[in-house]
């Protein structure tokens, strides 16, 4: 997705286990799609990608309640994939117990 709209309708469409969010979107806020996620699907395990410096002192998880990890720069695509492979996980185990 390449907007706020987008994701949002995508958040609306589907039960994501996890669902990344690019602190750079630009067409819209990216806060607003974390805490939409939040709302909608609380159960949503939500990593938040390119933070950099943004909120480094961890008060963005007051902000967004199912934030579950906060990716300040550049990620690895295999070592991404593995991150959202456990959050999927976490949170399977979490809806099961």
Same mark, same amino acid.
């Given at each position: 997705?390449t907007?706020? &709209?987008e994701?949002?309708?995508?958040v609306?469409?589907?039960?994501?286990?996890v669902?990344l #969010?690019?602190?750079?979107l630009?067409?819209?806020s !990216?806060?607003?799609v %974390?805490?939409?996620c939040s709302?909608r699907r !609380?159960?949503?395990r #939500?990593?938040? =990608?390119g933070g @950099?410096?943004?909120? %480094?002192d961890?008060s963005l998880? @007051? &902000?967004? @309640?199912n934030a579950a990890?906060l =990716?300040?720069? !550049?990620?690895? !695509?295999?070592? =991404? +994939?593995s #991150?959202?492979?456990f959050? +999927?996980?976490?949170?399977a185990? &979490?809806? %099961?117990?």
């Amino acid at each position: 997705m390449t907007s706020q &709209h987008e994701a949002a309708l995508w958040v609306c469409e589907r039960d994501p286990a996890v669902v990344l #969010i690019d602190l750079a979107l630009t067409r819209g806020s !990216p806060l607003a799609v %974390a805490d939409f996620c939040s709302y909608r699907r !609380p159960e949503a395990r #939500i990593v938040l =990608l390119g933070g @950099g410096g943004l909120m %480094a002192d961890g008060s963005l998880f @007051g &902000h967004v @309640g199912n934030a579950a990890v906060l =990716l300040s720069g !550049p990620v690895d !695509p295999t070592d =991404l +994939a593995s #991150i959202l492979a456990f959050q +999927a996980k976490e949170r399977a185990d &979490h809806v %099961a117990a």
